[in-house]
Antibody, heavy 118, light 106 residues
């Protein structure tokens, strides 16, 4: 059974940094791309970033480009999102999502809440 | 690629037929998926490739369309279908979602 578990969320001041982690199990981790998708309180879904199975290719939304960095450790079945220069508008639940080979999100974690506030 | 969903919300009764539309700002062939999200929960994949039902999803859900115009139809609304629905394009990065449609009980 596929399982994704996010961690690392919390309260951070504007301009601060946070690293989110996603632990994956139940599938051949290195064969699949993974994404981070976020949802601000009461709002819709926003794709944030994706990383290929090998880790060699990454993509970012314009809203986070230059501030967030996605990475993965295939030896540990982990994906990470390093978030720097955080802003109030980055406040959201952040989901880790497994992609099919066509960038469809077939499995999701339960999410971790990031709050950016002074 | 921008995705525009309509309506943003709707009220319906159990047994009603419900249709949600998703329009892309440019042609995306059939590279579209639909998700259902209930309050406090992660989204769940319903349909991919515009019209292919994900395994385990009830057959009352169906999708259609290609190019720029797509629809999600629930043929007979059930109590467990009251939720938010999102379309997503997978044609190109950056991946994008529609703004969502909230289906509420009339």
């Amino acid at each position: 059974e596929v399982h994704l578990l996010e961690s690392g969320g919390g309260l951070v001041q504007p301009g601060g940094s946070l690293r989110l982690s996603c632990a994956a199990s139940g599938f051949t981790f290195s064969n699949y791309a993974l994404s981070w998708v976020r949802q601000a309180p009461g709002k819709g879904l926003e794709w944030v970033s994706a990383i290929s199975g090998s880790g060699g290719t990454t993509h970012y939304a314009d809203s986070v480009k230059g501030r967030f960095t996605i990475s993965r450790d295939n030896s540990k079945n982990m994906v990470y999102l390093q978030m720097n220069s955080l802003r109030a508008e980055d406040t959201a639940v952040y989901y880790c999502a497994k992609q099919t080979n066509q960038a469809i999100f077939d499995y999701w974690g339960q999410g971790t809440l990031v709050t950016v506030s002074s | 690629i921008q995705l525009t969903q309509s309506p943003s919300s709707l009220s319906a009764s159990v047994g009603d037929r419900v249709t949600i539309t998703c329009r892309a700002s440019q042609g995306i062939s059939s590279y579209l998926a639909w998700y259902q999200q209930k309050p406090g929960k992660a989204p769940k994949l319903l349909i991919y490739a515009a019209s292919t039902l994900q395994s385990g999803v009830p057959s009352r859900f169906s999708g259609s369309g290609s190019g720029t115009d797509f629809t999600l139809t629930i043929s007979s609304l059930q109590p467990e279908d009251f939720a938010a629905y999102y379309c997503q394009q997978l044609y190109s990065y950056p991946l994008t979602f529609g703004g969502g449609t909230k289906v509420e009980i009339k």
